[in-house]
């Protein structure tokens, strides 16, 4: 199975309802690999979801829903490495998770989708994902 951390943003785009995004949640639910996440990295998720432009559009109980199945499921990993190779500097936390036993990176972020891989670490678009998951 694979171990997989997945970015922030693919978390709110399954809740706001994006395809792959969104079939990236189910496969979690449905324990379709297992999620390595950083305290960092879930503390990023919880903050976003909070912010004002979110708290319209996305569904209070489908947040909740999610960091309960992160909370229930994940691999909580604290980062050993600091790494300095993205240019968003916000992004280096994925990587330094990544460190801590992922086989994979799922993000729609272009600042780390331009890297390819990471310490031969895949970095892969949802869509990308879900095919690997199948295989």
Do not use: W
């Not at 319209?56 to 489908?62: H, Q, T, V, Y």
């Not at 190779?85 to 086989?103: F, M, P, S, V, W």
């Not at 990308?128 to 295989?135: A, D, G, I, S, T």
């Amino acid at each position: 199975m694979l171990n997989a951390v997945v970015d922030t943003n693919v978390f709110l785009r399954g809740l706001l309802g994006s395809p792959s995004n969104r079939d990236i949640l189910l496969c979690l639910k449905d324990n379709a690999f297992n999620l390595i996440i950083s305290p960092e990295l879930f503390e990023e998720l919880l903050e976003v979801a909070r912010r004002t432009k979110f708290r319209s559009i996305l569904i209070p109980e489908a947040v909740y829903n999610l960091t309960e199945i992160i909370k229930a499921q994940a691999k909580f990993v604290t980062p050993r490495q600091r790494v300095t190779i993205c240019r968003d500097t916000e992004d280096q936390k994925i990587l330094e998770c990544a460190l801590e036993g992922a086989n994979c990176i799922v993000s729609n972020d272009k600042d780390l989708l331009i890297l390819k891989a990471f310490h031969n670490i895949p970095i892969v678009t949802p869509g990308e994902f879900l095919k690997l998951l199948k295989q």
